[in-house]
């Protein structure tokens, strides 16, 4: 069967600060959004794309087609969680309810094959799970001045990357519900905890870079060949 992969970009890419979209920005030559996509695509147990655009984006090709495998679209809306859940919303009604979906930002081009594989099957076994990593440099805490007043303690302190990984029903549960209480969580593992659960954190490779800021681009398109295949 395989698993759905939503993938946000709906976004506008205000800290890249671009004439379009980061995900239309080239990386070695084309869109960044078009490695990305390709990346999901090529792996084996990635069943089909739901893509959350912009309303009316007119930079998106149309009719895309990724090694055989369905693509759709839907539009987005003001926050990345907004978008997820239209993306969830949008899935074909062959994925049921308890199936694991994936969410992966389209930012995000250099995600690694032997990462998603063990998200698959780790968080596949857990009932839900994200990449991330564990932090590595010293925690500062910071006045408004600018001035570290504390350094917070790095154990049990990760940072959270994508593809991550839920189930259709509960993560759509999760979101409506953060939504209705007018919180906008930054990501799926976010509205599942405001919803009672413990998602599983699986380490990946730090290499898996959300494209943020304009000098991201020349990072990006060295680690794009680094972690291919
Ligand atoms: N995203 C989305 N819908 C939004 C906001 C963001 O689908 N309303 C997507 C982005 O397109 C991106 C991913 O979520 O692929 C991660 O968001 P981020 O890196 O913050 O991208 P932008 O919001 O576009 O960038 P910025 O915050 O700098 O404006
Ligand atoms: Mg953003």
Redesign the pocket.
């Known amino acids: 069967a395989g698993f759905w992969c939503v993938v ?9 600060g671009g004439d379009r ?3 239309y920005l080239p990386l070695a030559g084309r869109p960044l959004i078009e490695h990305t996509l390709e990346r999901l695509a090529a792996h084996s147990r990635v069943a089909g794309l739901l893509v ?1 655009l912009a309303a009316d984006d007119p930079l998106w090709p149309g009719h895309v087609q990724l090694r055989g495998k369905p693509v759709r679209t839907v539009a ?5 969680s ?3 859940l239209a993306g969830l919303d949008a899935l074909p009604a062959e994925v049921a309810a308890g199936d694991f979906v994936l969410v992966h ?3 995000r081009p250099c995600v690694r094959h032997a990462d998603i594989d063990r998200l698959l099957d780790l968080a596949g076994a857990a009932d839900g799970g994200l990449l991330g990593a564990p932090l590595r440099d010293t925690l500062k805490r910071a006045d408004a001045r600018g001035r570290s007043v504390a350094t917070e303690p790095r154990e049990a302190r990760w940072r959270a990357f994508t593809p991550q990984m839920f189930r259709r029903g509960p993560l759509a549960a999760a979101l409506r519900e953060a939504a209705r209480r007018g919180l906008a969580p930054s990501d799926e593992a976010m509205a599942m905890e405001l919803a009672g659960h413990a998602p599983l954190l699986v380490e990946g490779a730090e290499d898996n870079l ?1 494209v ?1 800021t304009a000098a991201d681009f020349a990072l990006a398109e060295f680690l794009l060949a680094k972690t291919a295949g």
């Open positions: 946000p970009a709906a976004g506008r890419g205000m800290r890249v979209p980061k995900q959350v987005g809306g003001a926050e990345r907004d978008s997820v930002d389209a930012a959300k943020t």
